[in-house]
Every structure is written in structure tokens, then in C-alpha cells.
């Protein structure tokens, strides 16, 4: 019998469990002792021999849930875990000399923050100017950058107008480690949005699952009772309240495609100026045509949601020290925060 559950299938462009997959293999009872790494490049499509001994060596091959090496033989009845990124598509890309906001990199790893409209990844109609084509040229020279991926040392994603921090991988051990970590939701990520409106509560945790919208397929919804999507996990806490806006900071528990945006839809709250979800109308506030200007004003600062990744930490992929990092709020969402602030205290709204 062999039972295979391929994590990302059917999940959306943006969510980060897309970005690997998992395999689950019950050992046949008349299955003779094989090494494990020959055993799986048999059964998962384009894995390499080498792709799965860099997996081994990551701790990312269970069996019977304990991590095994590639020499391990397989016996009857085993239950196998893996946990590996996709396989590489037949995509030519080209590398761009496009500048990047670094802020960490040493020989495993490189952190950056990225900018407002820039796409991470390249897909249908985004083949150039992505993160991945400046990655590909800042890494020229690292193999795993000249591998063919489309989506070389990728491990999570945010979306094209989302800002913030992201972390790739540059060598195959650290892109598996690191891709353990956010599977098993040991990575922590800390996000800052401005929303509409008030909160009765200082804190709080939105639940509920997130999937395709039955309507529109390009954005998300929550499924409160949970007949569709997947399980998600938001907690957030009121850091600043701004009159008919709050800034707040949101961690999150699962990486679901739009999970912020969705869940702060759900729950009355969309972001300032997210079109998809509501957030780029009036939502609040008085019915002068003076606040109405300042609103759009705002609107034309940040013209995308007010939504920033603003802290990343894990444990580095080869020394094992958790590493944390932090990232100012860039200046589009910083110049309407103080437009808010100056409109609480009672002073111009006009420009």
C-alpha cells in the first residue's frame, strides 16, 4: 500500500506551504531492504538522488518519525515523511541587474527587504523584473541560483504590494532546513497594517479557514465553518489608534495566501486602501467633504494595502543560533501614519 499527500497542489499562488510539499509512503509488506534515497527517487517525480541526500542531510526524510540518512534501508511497513521544495519547471529566466535592499547575507543565506510592487517570484505575465531575476543576478555565482528553479532558495513569499522581509536560501542544505522550519511553523514573522477602524480589545486571534472566493477566484475568503479552504491563524495587537484607522502588529500562526488581508476583511477591519478586500473606501469617519480629500490623499501616498513584514526569525540553517531581524516602515506607509496622526491632534488635513 503507499498513501502520497502532495502539500501545494491546490493551494494559491501566494500561500508559503506552495513553495514545498510534502510526501507520506507506507512501506509495502513485501518491500525488500533498499536504501531510502534510491526508494524515493523511484516515487517522487523529478527528485534527484543527490536533491533527496541533501534532504536526508537536512533532517527532512522521516521514518516512523525520526529522521533518517540516505543510506538508511527501508523495511516493510516503514512510514516515511519528506519534506522537500518542488521540483524545477522548464522555464527560462533571465538574471537583472535590479538593485536589492540586503540586510543580512552570509555563505547560506541572504535577507531582504522587499520594496512595494515588486513580484517575488516569476509566473504567468511577470517573467522579468521579479525578486528571483535580481536574485539570480546578485547570486550568478551560486550553483543553486543556476540550477534551473524557478524559484531558486525561495522558502516563503509576500505579495507584489505587500513590503518586507523575506529570507532565500543560497545553497540546497539551507533551503531545506529553512523550508522544515516554516512547514512545522517554528519560523516567527511579525507584520505592521494600518486597518479601518477601532478595536474594543487590545489583542486578539482571528481564526478561521482561508480559501479561494467562491465569487472571485483571484482573491480569498474565510470559511468560518470550515466546509472549504484551510485552517488559519492570526494574531494581532492594537499598537497605535489613529481616530478611524489603528495600526497594528499581526503574527502569524499559518502562511496563508491573503491571511491577513482575509482575516481583517472577516472581521470588519480590511487595510487601508486594500482594493481587493474593501479597504480602498471610505470606510470610516465623518461624512465632510474635507475628510473625504484627506482620505484619498492618503490613498494617493499608499496607493497599495498598508501592509509590511516587518520582523523574521528562525534558526539559522547551519549553525543552529536563532537569528532575528527588523525592518523600518517603509516611507509610503510611514507619510500616512503621521497624516493620521496629524489629523487625530487636530491639525491640517489638507495636504
Known amino acids: 500500500m503507499k498513501e502520497e499527500d502532495l502539500i501545494g497542489n491546490d493551494i494559491p499562488e501566494n500561500d508559503d506551504q506552495e513553495l514545498f510539499e510534502h510526501h507520506r509512503f507506507v512501506v509495502d509488506p513485501g518491500q525488500s531492504q533498499l536504501r531510502i534515497d534510491k526508494f524515493l527517487s523511484n516515487r517522487i517525480e523529478n527528485a534527484s538522488r543527490s536533491k533527496i541526500q541533501s534532504a536526508a542531510d537536512a ?88 540550477s534551473g528553479e524557478l524559484r531558486p532558495g525561495l522558502v516563503h513569499r509576500i505579495d507584489k504590494n505587500t513590503s518586507g522581509l523575506l529570507v532565500i536560501a543560497k545553497t540546497e542544505q539551507a533551503l531545506n532546513k529553512l523550508a522544515k522550519q516554516f512547514f512545522e511553523k517554528t519560523s516567527e514573522r511579525t507584520y505592521n497594517a494600518l486597518v479601518w477602524g477601532s478595536f474594543n480589545e487590545k489583542e486578539g486571534t482571528i481564526t478561521g479557514n482561508i480559501g479561494r472566493n467562491i465569487k472571485n477566484r483571484k482573491i480569498m475568503q474565510v470559511f468560518p465553518d470550515g466546509s472549504q479552504g484551510k485552517n488559519a491563524i492570526t494574531h494581532y495587537k492594537v499598537l497605535e489608534e489613529l481616530g478611524y484607522v489603528t495600526l ?16 481583517f476583511q472577516y472581521i470588519g477591519h480590511p487595510l487601508f486602501n486594500d482594493s481587493d478586500y474593501g479597504g480602498n473606501q471610505v470606510l470610516k469617519g465623518t461624512t465632510f467633504t474635507k475628510y473625504k480629500q484627506f482620505v484619498h490623499n492618503c490613498f494617493n501616498i499608499l496607493p497599495r494595502q498598508a501592509l509590511h513584514a516587518k520582523t523574521l526569525g528562525f534558526k539559522h540553517p547551519v549553525t543552529g543560533k536563532f537569528i532575528q531581524f527588523d525592518s523600518e516602515i517603509p516611507d509610503d506607509m510611514q507619510q500616512v501614519i503621521e497624516k493620521w496622526r496629524r489629523y487625530i491632534s487636530g491639525r491640517d488635513i489638507d495636504n
Open 59 to 146: 533532517d527532512c526524510i522521516l521514518v516512523n518519525n525520526k529522521p533518517v540518512k540516505s543510506n538508511y534501508k527501508v523495511k516493510p511497513a516503514d512510514v516515511i515523511s519528506v519534506v522537500m521544495t518542488h521540483p524545477p519547471r522548464e522555464v527560462e529566466l533571465t538574471p537583472e541587474n535590479i538593485p536589492l535592499n540586503i540586510v543580512f547575507e552570509d555563505d547560506y543565506l541572504i535577507i531582504v527587504n522587499k520594496t512595494p510592487e515588486m513580484v517575488v517570484h516569476p509566473s504567468y505575465g511577470h517573467y522579468t523584473g521579479t525578486l528571483v531575476n535580481a536574485l539570480m543576478y546578485h547570486l550568478k555565482d551560486t550553483p543553486l541560483f543556476n
Open 248 to 263: 497594528i502588529e499581526c503574527k502569524l500562526e499559518t502562511g496563508r495566501t491573503h491571511q491577513i488581508r482575509a482575516h
